[in-house]
């Protein structure tokens, strides 16, 4: 039994192949170096069965826990992390490092434009509901990029100067923008620019999609914060849900803190038997994630064999494990996100519709047919329905079914040709 691919688009397939010999290398350089990494870092603090055990109620004394928390620390080169399944979702995490970081007075400045749709909420650009850093008394300033895509160094140095910020938010991540992702280096450059001017700043870098993807992250190279959720990269796949922040030990308190609760903070949190997932994921996660930059390459090569403009191109090197294709139609977005879904292990009949999703200002289409509820490092296509209408592409527990996923979705997009 095999999937129904035609010989045409298995031949394209084939010959997509043939050219990524050097990009998969290269992945696959980056993965073995961050594995040797991961497994320093378990061996370092003596990883044993007993961690897997997971407590209820309160979650006093989960050695796993942590642990957990010293291994993420020393992955990320920084003094503290919080690895916490009550993290709901990346956003989650996110909020309470920027209310952890800010007080009312304070003005939080966006780097490199608006921060993916769901924080605005948060911040209190749009409103979604009471409870905003805008409600607080946070002023907010975004930076937006240049007219190319690029970070305004000028710009963010004009920006921090100003009387009243606290806090620099950096999305690693192009979320529904279509510039690029940023490299390490780039947020280094970034950071030296901001402590230049206001050396004091708290520099706190949405770390989502880019983990595992380079050797080193954001705050190896002079950020006070990184986060992000755990069913995305670092979860390699197998976390069932929670989020993770990593670096100054004063700013990790005080986002326990607003995780909880004054006073109580990281102390309480049971785990409820997930201990042994959130360790085995992250031990799989620069595998994972080298199997999803490899499907995001092999789709960028396909579709631009078909014409199709991919950012990143397939030659490019990766920053995260997101791929932007440009369809330009809605019509053609929609039958290549069923495609997508049609390559599913999990709900593989369902056909995707665009509908209002929570926190997004337009509808938004979304493939997606995983193991875990909404875990991007699974094969996934989602896409706002507005103008230039681009398909975001992300995930591949493995790079065989990620492929046959993409090639999926080219059957269905040359359906309609």
């Known amino acids: 039994m095999t999937l129904q691919l035609s010989e045409r688009v298995r031949a394209l397939g084939a010959q997509a192949e043939r050219g990524l010999t050097e990009q998969f290398s290269r992945i696959d350089a980056i993965a073995a170096e961050n594995t040797e990494r991961v497994l320093a870092a378990f061996q370092k603090h003596r990883v044993a069965e007993s961690y897997f055990a997971g407590t209820t109620g309160y979650g006093y004394d989960d050695m796993g826990r942590d642990q957990l928390d010293a291994i993420y620390a020393d992955l990320f080169g920084t003094e503290d992390a919080l690895v916490r399944i009550g993290f709901v979702n990346g956003t989650h995490a996110i909020s309470c490092a920027l209310f952890g970081a800010l007080k009312p ?24 509901g009471p409870g905003s850093l805008r409600e607080y008394g946070i002023g907010y300033r975004q930076v937006d990029v240049t007219a190319d895509g690029q970070p305004d160094v000028e710009g963010i140095r004009a920006a921090v100067a100003e009387p009243g910020v606290k806090a620099v938010l950096i999305q690693r991540s192009r979320g529904y923008a279509t510039r690029a992702s940023l490299s390490v280096e780039e947020i280094k450059a970034l950071c030296t ?16 999609y880019g983990e595992f993807v380079e050797t080193r992250e954001p705050t190896h190279v002079g950020a006070d914060l990184v986060v992000g959720s755990l069913i995305k990269n670092p979860g390699g796949g197998l976390a069932p849900t929670g989020g993770y922040i990593a670096g100054r030990r004063d700013l990790v308190e005080a986002a326990a803190m607003r995780l909880t609760t004054p006073g109580i903070g990281r102390e309480c949190g049971s785990t409820l038997g997930n201990n042994r997932l959130l360790y085995q994921g992250l031990f799989l996660a620069p595998h994972t994630v080298a199997q999803a930059v490899k499907t995001a390459v092999f789709g960028a090569k396909l579709m631009e064999l078909l014409g199709y403009r991919a950012d990143p191109a397939s030659d490019a090197v990766r920053h995260d494990i997101i791929q932007m294709i440009h369809f330009g139609k809605p019509e053609k977005v929609k039958r290549f996100c069923r495609g997508i879904q049609k390559g599913a292990p999990v709900d593989s009949y369902v056909t995707p519709e665009p509908w209002d999703m929570p926190g997004y200002d337009c509808q938004v289409i979304m493939a997606a047919g995983a193991f875990i509820q909404g875990a991007s ?41």
């Not at 400045?109 to 209190?124: M, N």
């Not at 620019?193 to 989502?208: K, T, W």
């Not at 706002?384 to 269905?412: D, F, H, I, N």
């Open 105 to 128: 007075g304070d003005t939080l400045v966006s780097a490199v434009g608006a921060p993916y749709d769901t924080l605005l909420g948060v911040i209190g650009v749009s409103d979604k």
């Open 193 to 208: 620019a901001v402590r230049q001017v206001r050396p004091e700043v708290h520099i706190l870098v949405d770390n989502c």
């Open 377 to 417: 490092i699974e094969l996934s296509a989602d896409a706002p329905m507005r103008e230039p209408y681009t398909v975001y592409l992300q995930g591949g527990l493995t790079y065989e079914s990620g492929k046959a996923g993409v090639l999926l979705a080219v059957e269905e997009l040359l359906k309609g040709e």
